[in-house]
């Protein structure tokens, strides 16, 4: 089988992009498959680096605001749709696979106007501008939450299947589970609250930590806390200013990033985080209660409609990122991490609206969009 993914700019896309391409090769062995980005996104490391062919092409998010450089930005995306249907003829593709960002705007309508069967995966439980506009030109849509179903318009196809993830439930024994609490610096008689705020870190969380810190807030409870790698020299010193050395607070671990996260959210209580797809799906995939602070400022505030899936369901308590602070946020830790029956109940709750067997589910869209859309040509 031949393939063509679209995926470009953030992690949130492409990595379901490549989720989506280990699966079909585990099912199709020697099956080709090419990714289409552009050459500023995160898709220069991550497709290369998973043994993807990445093809590229210009394209950009567009606003309704006129300015010479969103007419700039019209004139290339434009452009790009012309590259995107000429690597198309090229590959001449069985399927043409979305997972989210401008890139699919380009990608998707060269399809369609190529009769190439198309399939659009939209993460994010209030869907993106792109999704919204190629809804018509779209074979079918895959949507991470349920939520997102009723905000599709003209749809010819939505399915629910949820979204890939590398991470997984893990039943660790207790003596495992003890284990991997030692090797990060933590006390296993203790409850843990995971704090991160993304690969980059979140600089309001960041500042609410802090806070928690200069004022000892966290005397029942250890925090590990990712700071982000661009973030964490800049607490070093500001821990320095206050007379505290970021390798020795009590009941906290204080890391640029934690490269075994799987472990780490498998063993850790609470989890206090932005709100973005991927996350919130490995949130519930593993049953974890969590405190989230959506990021501000994105497009249809999508990262809030995100922590309302576990909200509603009472798996999560939502902060507004300018109402945070360090009061706040501890408050809100304790009366989850210091009552062992909310823990349950919560993790139990965020389990409700995880999904299973996604890869598998997704797989089968694909074989059935090649297979109707294929028909449908036949009788015309």
């Given at each position: 089988?031949?393939?063509?993914?679209?995926?470009?700019?953030?992690?949130?896309?492409?990595?379901?992009?490549?989720?989506?391409?280990?699966?079909?090769?585990?099912?199709?062995?020697?099956?080709?498959?090419?990714?289409?980005?552009?050459?500023?996104?995160?898709?220069?490391?991550?497709?290369?680096?998973?043994?993807?062919?990445?093809?590229?092409?210009?394209?950009?998010?567009?606003?309704?605001?006129i300015s010479i450089e969103n007419i700039k930005k019209m004139i290339k995306t434009l452009k790009g749709f012309g590259e995107a249907k000429k690597i198309l003829k090229k590959i001449n593709p069985d399927i043409v696979i979305g997972t989210g960002g401008y890139i699919c705007g380009a990608t998707i309508s060269a399809a369609h106007s190529l009769k190439i069967p198309t399939l659009l995966h939209e993460s994010n439980a209030f869907p993106g501008k792109a999704v919204k506009m190629l809804a018509k030109k779209t074979d079918t849509i895959l949507v991470s939450f349920e939520d997102a179903i009723n905000r599709i318009k003209n749809a010819n196809k939505i399915v629910?299947?949820?979204?890939?993830?590398?991470?997984?439930?893990?039943?660790?024994?207790?003596?495992?589970?003890?284990?991997?609490?030692?090797?990060?610096?933590?006390?296993?008689?203790?409850?843990?609250?995971?704090?991160?705020?993304?690969?980059?870190?979140?600089?309001?969380?960041?500042?609410?930590?802090?806070?928690?810190?200069?004022?000892?807030?966290?005397?029942?409870?250890?925090?590990?806390?990712?700071?982000?790698?661009?973030?964490?020299?800049?607490?070093?010193?500001?821990?320095?200013?206050?007379?505290?050395?970021?390798?020795?607070?009590?009941?906290?671990?204080?890391?640029?990033?934690?490269?075994?996260?799987?472990?780490?959210?498998?063993?850790?209580?609470?989890?206090?985080?932005?709100?973005?797809?991927?996350?919130?799906?490995?949130?519930?995939?593993?049953?974890?209660?969590?405190?989230?602070?959506?990021?501000?400022?994105?497009?249809?505030?999508?990262?809030?409609?995100?922590?309302?899936?576990?909200?509603?369901?009472?798996?999560?308590?939502?902060?507004?990122?300018?109402?945070?602070?360090?009061?706040?946020?501890?408050?809100?830790?304790?009366?989850?991490?210091?009552?062992?029956?909310?823990?349950?109940?919560?993790?139990?709750?965020?389990?409700?609206?995880?999904?299973?067997?996604?890869?598998?589910?997704?797989?089968?869209?694909?074989?059935?969009?090649?297979?109707?859309?294929?028909?449908?040509?036949?009788?015309?």
């Open positions: 089988m031949k393939v063509v993914i679209a995926a470009a700019g953030t992690a949130g896309h492409i990595n379901p992009g490549l989720a989506i391409a280990k699966k079909i090769q585990e099912e199709q062995k020697g099956s080709e498959i090419t990714f289409i980005g552009t050459t500023r996104g995160l898709e220069n490391e991550l497709v290369p680096r998973a043994g993807y062919k990445l093809e590229t092409i210009d394209a950009y998010g567009l606003s309704k605001e629910f299947t949820g979204t890939p993830v590398k991470i997984e439930k893990q039943n660790y024994t207790q003596t495992q589970k003890d284990e991997i609490i030692k090797k990060a610096g933590l006390n296993k008689d203790k409850p843990i609250v995971l704090v991160f705020g993304g690969s980059q870190g979140a600089r309001r969380i960041n500042q609410a930590i802090l806070q928690i810190i200069k004022e000892e807030s966290n005397k029942d409870y250890q925090i590990i806390w990712a700071t982000g790698p661009k973030q964490y020299d800049i607490i070093k010193e500001e821990l320095e200013d206050n007379d505290k050395n970021i390798n020795n607070i009590k009941n906290m671990k204080i890391v640029p990033y934690i490269y075994n996260m799987e472990e780490i959210m498998n063993v850790v209580d609470v989890i206090v985080s932005r709100s973005g797809a991927m996350t919130i799906t490995e949130i519930s995939k593993l049953g974890k209660p969590s405190i989230l602070v959506p990021l501000p400022n994105v497009s249809h505030d999508h990262q809030l409609y995100n922590a309302k899936v576990l909200q509603n369901v009472g798996a999560a308590e939502i902060i507004l990122d300018n109402e945070l602070d360090g009061k706040k946020l501890n408050d809100n830790i304790e009366k989850i991490v210091l009552d062992k029956n909310k823990i349950k109940l919560m993790g139990e709750n965020a389990l409700k609206v995880s999904s299973k067997n996604v890869e598998n589910k997704i797989y089968e869209q694909i074989i059935e969009t090649i297979k109707i859309h294929n028909e449908g040509k036949n009788n015309d």
